[in-house]
């Protein structure tokens, strides 16, 4: 009788050690996810900082915004992902802060 006690005792302990470990996992990814999703918000409103950045510095240099975004690249060369981001930029007039928005590509992942 001894024998069949020591043995479910060891079972138990190690479905316990089992579960324990599967929900550890199971927290630490998560966490992974996550981190994830606030490091691609961060990179998103990172995006949108430094084309909005880009543009004031031109203004405060030659007076006038740039008329598309290609000329701010060129004027001011801010880099953004364009293959993780898409840039809309759009101008009313060259010395009214244009309508920045920069949204992350669907195929981003």
């Known amino acids: ?17 089992l579960l ?10 998560r966490g992974v996810r996550d981190a994830a ?15 909005r950045q880009a543009a004031v510095s031109v203004y405060a240099l030659e007076g006038a915004y740039p008329a598309t975004y290609d000329d701010l690249k060129a004027r001011s060369g801010v880099a953004v992902d364009e ?5 809309f930029y759009d101008i009313f007039a060259s010395n009214l802060m244009p309508e920045i928005t920069v949204l992350e590509r ?4």
């Open 83 to 87: 293959d993780k981001y898409a840039v």
């Open 37 to 51: 999703a606030v490091s691609d918000r961060e990179g998103l409103r990172m995006a949108e900082r430094a084309v």
């Open 106 to 109: 669907g195929g981003a992942s």
């Open 20 to 29: 324990l470990f599967a929900g550890v996992a199971v927290w630490v990814l």
């Open 1 to 17: 009788m001894k024998k069949r006690y020591k043995t479910r005792g060891f079972w138990l302990s190690t479905a316990l050690g």
